[in-house]
């Protein structure tokens, strides 16, 4: 499992439908052929019996399983060997490898009775499947095997034939078995909501115990709703001995099956029918009885795959980064990016961003057990001499498993079209079904351009935007149908004319945005959002985000912008959240996102942690950061009202102040050299900040700090006037009007 991708994985030519991997084997016998699902106590797999030939389930226990449940596992599989019915799961067999139990079991391709609790049921079909239960129960109790946890997760529901397999008899016990209900750690066993009373009590249980729970499950398919109220053992103890039950003929249930099953539920074992043959054989007689009608379920569950239960759950994944060679980060960045995009939009996964992993970390479950995923993607893009050689694998981070693998050789030109490949492949082996999206570009040079643009735009200065935005309509001549290429190329022009303010830019996202929006791309979206934003249509920008988050939720920019959106409306938390989220989804947009964290301290009254997030900013060398950082270290000061801290920091970064800044720098200097307020810049500054084309936010970032520094230094009637052109320029910053400290 340790060994480096090339050694596990064999390798295949590349073809438009390279799929094939060489999963791992469990036991030198056992072939991984998908991940099924988990539950409390274990990872269920689809597996293919290379001596046999046959698919069936496998179950891998958890490694700290104590000695009672794994004896409880032992019995399973001796009392289900001793009934042979086709209502009853087949146990084959239980074994070792690495250290960790697994049990074997019949692999029953369907869903949970669960799920039909939330689906309407006709009368006929849980007539059937009513039978089928009865017929498997009365199986077990001929070999004198009680079931004691029978609910509807424990009955599975074939697809392809409709037949119903009760499994699960982990906690099952023989008639002759004189133990009681009780675990030797003093617990009751089984699910209370579908326990008898005398289970609940932990006295002696026997097959009529089992079919008390049968008729919880009958009430619940019948009626939608259980028979008494309770959430824990003891509520439902009590509500069984106080409660009446309310009939299932009052809820609109025929009236001959609601006589059965009242009988099923009586409080006294002596009371209810004496087998499940007997209840069986009752329903049954009731095909002609009971027309055909359709039973309004209110409860909502999921599809399962394998003979062992498990609740539906959304997989956890992560997405590590690839390893490469050269200069072929870009690619790597861009693959990876890929998989990110393709499986966060995949119904079932949930991907867990791993920005924040700590590089030190070289083995991938320990790295899964950080990040607190199920799964983990590794992966490698290497030279050869006749392109790429992509390899990747997905790993379960609880046992270590190889659950898929594949490598292929390519050309730079295939390395997005692979990617999609990768992430429906990934898809699959976790049981569930990638969405289809956009087809990605091939031709080489496009996809060169893509992803260099792609890498270009995170560091998002405007410059970098810039030289995005040119790199994309480059290849956007070479794909001109292209959904990703026209997306980010909206989203560079867009972003760039916000940084730069170059009218031509805007004509030009525009135009953009446009080709993005008929190709229906997510990015072309989020280009809107951020348009509409910086010229104030702040209604028409949340729109375009929510479709944004709605469809791509692991954008990090959509949660950057979201974040900055949700702070200028005082909703703190929510932005925090966000900003985090894009943190961690991209870490070389922190210092970008630092300013809006540092302003949430800050009007929040954490100056000091404000200060700390800018002095770690000014850690970097790079200049453009450093212009960032001085920016927010003057206005900081400002906040504060700290005059001698507002000189220090305009004598150490003078020549630091970027070109959007110089007239907040100059009014600052002048009243540094001579005490007075310098009216005469402040009068140019917000004659020019009148309405136009200039990106809003720009606007009104900087008419809001000459506020600031108006009001600080006691001018008054300058800082209303400046209110008055920030609501001419339509100010929705509302935390900002409740909050600043100089207002």
């Known amino acids: 499992m340790a060994a480096g991708d090339d050694d596990t994985i064999a390798g295949s030519p590349y073809t438009a439908e390279a799929a094939a991997a060489i999963p791992a084997l469990v036991a030198g016998r056992y072939q991984i052929v998908r991940w099924l699902g988990a539950g409390g106590m274990g990872r269920v797999y689809d597996v293919l019996d290379t001596e046999l030939g046959e698919h069936v389930a496998l179950k891998m226990l958890r490694g700290d399983i104590d000695d009672e449940a794994l004896a409880r596992f032992r019995r399973e599989v001796r009392l289900t060997r001793k009934i042979q019915h086709p209502n009853i799961a087949r146990m084959f067999d239980i074994g ?202 209110h409860a909502i569950a999921p599809h399962m795959h394998a003979v062992m239960p498990v609740a539906e759950q959304e997989s956890t994944i992560a997405v590590l980064p690839f390893t490469c060679s050269g200069d072929d980060a870009y690619l790597a960045d861009g693959m990876r990016e890929d998989l990110i995009d393709m499986l966060s939009t995949t119904p079932g996964l949930r991907v867990r961003p791993a920005g924040t992993l700590d590089p030190q970390i070289a083995d991938p479950r320990a790295s899964g057990r950080e990040l607190g995923v199920d799964h983990v993607v590794t992966g490698t893009i290497r030279r050869n001499p006749s392109g790429l050689r992509v390899a990747a694998r997905l790993v379960g981070v609880a046992d270590g498993f190889q659950i898929w693998a594949h490598r292929i050789d390519c050309n730079d030109g295939d390395v997005l079209v692979i990617g999609d490949q990768l992430g429906r492949a990934i898809a699959s082996a976790l049981s569930t079904r990638a969405t289809n999206r956009h087809a990605m570009p091939t031709d080489p040079r496009a996809v060169e351009l893509f992803l260099r643009a792609r890498a270009e735009l995170r560091r998002f200065w405007g410059d970098h935007a810039l030289t995005a935005s040119k790199l994309l309509e480059e290849a956007a001549q070479l794909a001109p149908s292209s959904g990703p290429i026209a997306g980010l190329l909206a989203c560079a022009t867009a972003l760039a004319w916000a940084k730069l303010n170059q009218p031509d830019l805007l004509d030009r996202a525009r135009r953009y945005i446009d080709r993005g929006l008929a190709l229906d791309h997510p990015d072309a979206y989020l280009a809107a959002s951020h348009l509409h934003w910086n010229l104030g249509e702040l209604e028409a920008g949340a729109h375009d985000l929510r479709v944004v988050l709605e469809r791509a939720p692991m954008s990090g920019l959509a949660h950057e912008m979201a974040g900055r959106l949700l702070l200028e409306l005082d909703l703190g938390s929510a932005s925090r959240y966000h900003l985090d989220n894009a943190i961690a989804l991209d870490p070389t947009r922190a210092t970008i996102i630092a300013s809006d964290l540092c302003r949430l301290e800050a009007l929040d009254g954490n100056f000091d942690k404000a200060a700390e997030i800018i002095a770690n900013i000014f850690s970097d060398p790079d200049p453009s950061v450093q212009q960032f950082a001085t920016m927010m270290e003057l206005r900081l000061a400002v906040w504060r009202e700290d005059g001698a801290g507002l000189i220090h920091a305009l004598d150490r970064h003078t020549l630091r102040l970027p070109a959007v800044g110089m007239e907040i720098g100059n009014i600052m200097r002048v009243w540094r050299d001579t005490g007075t307020f310098d009216r005469e810049t402040w009068q140019r500054t917000l004659t020019a900040l009148s309405p136009s084309n200039r990106p809003r936010r720009m606007q009104l970032t900087i008419i809001q700090r000459t506020i600031e520094i108006a009001a600080m230094l006691g001018q008054i009637d300058c800082a209303l006037e400046g209110l008055r052109v920030a609501v001419g320029l339509g100010i929705a910053d509302i935390v900002w009007l409740d909050r600043c400290p100089n207002l």
């Open 96 to 297: 070792e490898t690495g250290g960790e139990r697994f049990l074997t079991m019949e692999l029953v391709e369907g869903e949970s009775l669960t799920a039909c609790l939330g689906k309407p049921l006709s009368w006929g079909r849980l007539q059937k499947l009513a039978v089928q239960i009865c017929a498997g129960l009365a199986a077990a109790h001929d070999k004198g095997v009680i079931h004691r946890d029978l609910k509807p997760d424990n009955v599975l529901v074939e697809a392809s034939t409709d037949r119903a397999v009760i499994t699960d008899f982990g906690i099952a016990r023989g008639t002759g078995d004189t133990q009681g209900n009780v675990t030797q750690t003093g617990m009751i066993v089984g699910t209370p909501r579908y326990m008898a009373p005398e289970q609940l009590a932990g006295r002696t249980t026997d097959e009529r115990s089992d079919l008390f729970s049968l008729g919880v499950m009958l009430y619940e398919l019948a009626s939608g709703t259980r028979p008494w109220p309770g959430d824990n053992a003891i509520a439902i103890a009590v509500a069984q001995v106080t409660q009446p039950m309310q009939p299932l003929a009052t809820r609109g249930v025929p009236a001959a099956f609601s006589a059965i099953v009242e009988r099923m539920l009586a409080v006294e074992p002596e009371q209810r029918p004496s087998s499940a043959a007997a209840v069986g054989a009752s329903i049954a007689a009731l095909a002609n009885a009971i027309t055909e009608q359709t039973a309004e379920a």
